[in-house]
Every structure is written in structure tokens, then in C-alpha cells.
């Protein structure tokens, strides 16, 4: 079972480009997250959705779009990449939130950026 | 609102001896509560949950938590580390449907033989 795919592992940026961090899960669930991972900060919300067509902001959201047209996917944009935004990024996904049906989340492998 | 405080950002114990990782919360609600683990180079995986039901929660790996609602408190505890132990943990709080997490800023523990 895939669960949840993150594309690229790595990608280095110079300030100013933009680009697609892709997420899919092939387990049918509702809720879809974007966190990014910091030293000593533990993992931060970025953006959420509840379902296809719904998104809303999370703790962090300045600086990065998503879109949920699909079930499946929740692809994280950066518009104009800064410094600030080196990290590790991580998808995750549950059947509802995570307080309800028992639903853990289910987390991608992460994606690592660096922006120069 | 809501909060978590890992009290320790390291903690290492020898193998064969207990765990103990500590953890605060504050919210405003009746939280859930979670403990997350984070080997090397890997996503998240879920210790365990407490959801408002037994306050002494059970999870894989021979760990467990207790919630005590007066000390606001979620410490997670294993009585006998074992080297597969050594990864960084993440204790977590939300409320209401759980759509918002806050992650706690982890806590790597480290097992020496």
C-alpha cells in the first residue's frame, strides 16, 4: 500500500522561484494537512482541507497556496520562495480529523528544501 | 487556544532502564491528546491517542501515557528502552474536531547499550 506519497524528497530553490510540492494518498481519506518541520519548533500547520473544493489556514500559511480538487491530491505551492522557507515539509492525511472515527494521521516521508 | 510544552529537548537513558518524556498542554477545550515518533529520515507514526476515554492510554511498542487533567499534564513512559527506541517524539494536543494540531517541539531520546 502507497499511503501517502510526497514528491520531490529534495529540492533546492533560489529566492524568488516557485514551485509545486506534491501530496497524494490513495486511502480514500477526507483530511489533508501541510506541515513544515524546524529544529526544535516540532512540526507547524500550514494548511488544511476537510474534503475536495475545501481548504483553510493553519498556523503558518503566509507565503504558500493549496488547492484540494481532487480527493487524492493536495499539492503545497510556494509563490516566490524565500530563506525562510528551508525546511521539512510533510503531508498528512486521515480519514476525519483527528479527533474523531479513531483516524490517525498518516504522514508522507517529508520533503526537504533549501532556499538559496 | 492550545499549547504543548515538552519539558526535556533531550533525553538519554540507558536500555534495559525506564522512559520518561514529559509533557504539558493548555486548551481551552477537552483536548485529544496524542504521542507521535519520528525515526531518522521518516515521517510520523502514532504511539497513541487519548480521546477522553480511559485516562491511562495504551500504545504500541510497550509505551504508554497518562492524562491527568489537574496537572495538565500527558508524560509518556516505557519501563524498559530498547536501542529501536532512539527517534524523536512528538507529543500533540487539539480539540473540537481535530482539524488543527499543535505539535509539541520534540523531544529526542537517545538509549545507550
Known amino acids: 500500500n502507497a499511503g501517502v506519497t510526497q514528491t520531490p524528497k529534495f529540492q533546492v530553490l533560489k529566492t524568488g522561484q516557485s514551485m509545486t510540492l506534491q501530496c497524494a494518498q490513495d486511502?480514500?481519506?477526507?483530511?489533508m494537512s501541510w506541515y513544515r518541520q524546524d529544529p526544535g519548533m516540532g512540526l507547524r500547520l500550514i494548511h488544511y482541507?476537510?474534503?475536495?473544493?475545501?481548504?483553510d489556514q493553519g498556523e503558518v500559511p503566509n507565503g504558500y497556496n493549496v488547492s484540494r480538487s481532487t480527493t487524492e491530491d493536495f499539492p503545497l505551492r510556494l509563490l516566490s520562495a524565500a530563506p525562510s522557507q528551508t525546511s521539512v515539509y510533510f503531508c498528512?492525511?486521515?480519514?476525519?480529523?483527528?479527533?474523531?472515527?479513531?483516524?490517525?494521521?498518516?504522514f508522507g516521508n517529508g520533503t526537504r528544501l533549501t532556499v538559496t | 487556544a492550545q499549547s504543548v510544552t515538552q519539558l526535556d529537548s533531550h533525553v538519554s537513558v540507558s536500555e534495559g532502564t525506564p522512559v520518561l518524556l514529559r509533557c504539558n498542554y493548555s486548551?481551552?477545550?477537552?483536548?485529544?491528546l496524542f504521542w507521535y515518533v519520528q525515526h531518522p529520515n521518516k515521517g510520523l507514526q502514532l504511539l497513541l491517542k487519548?480521546?477522553?476515554?480511559?485516562?491511562l492510554v495504551k500504545g504500541i511498542n510497550g509505551f504508554e501515557a497518562e492524562f491527568k487533567k489537574s496537572e495538565t499534564s500527558f508524560h509518556l513512559t516505557k519501563p524498559s528502552a530498547h536501542m529501536s527506541d532512539a527517534a524523536e517524539y512528538f507529543c500533540?494536543?487539539?480539540?473540537?474536531?481535530?482539524?488543527?494540531?499543535?505539535f509539541g517541539g520534540g523531544t529526542r531520546l537517545m538509549v545507550k547499550p
Open positions: 498528512a492525511s486521515s480519514y476525519r480529523g483527528a479527533s474523531r472515527y479513531n483516524s490517525p494521521l498518516h
Open positions: 500533540v494536543v487539539t480539540s473540537g474536531a481535530g482539524n488543527m494540531l499543535t
Open positions: 486511502m480514500n481519506h477526507e483530511y
Open positions: 486548551s481551552s477545550y477537552s483536548p485529544s
Open positions: 487519548y480521546t477522553s476515554a480511559a485516562t
Open positions: 482541507s476537510v474534503g475536495a473544493g475545501i481548504t
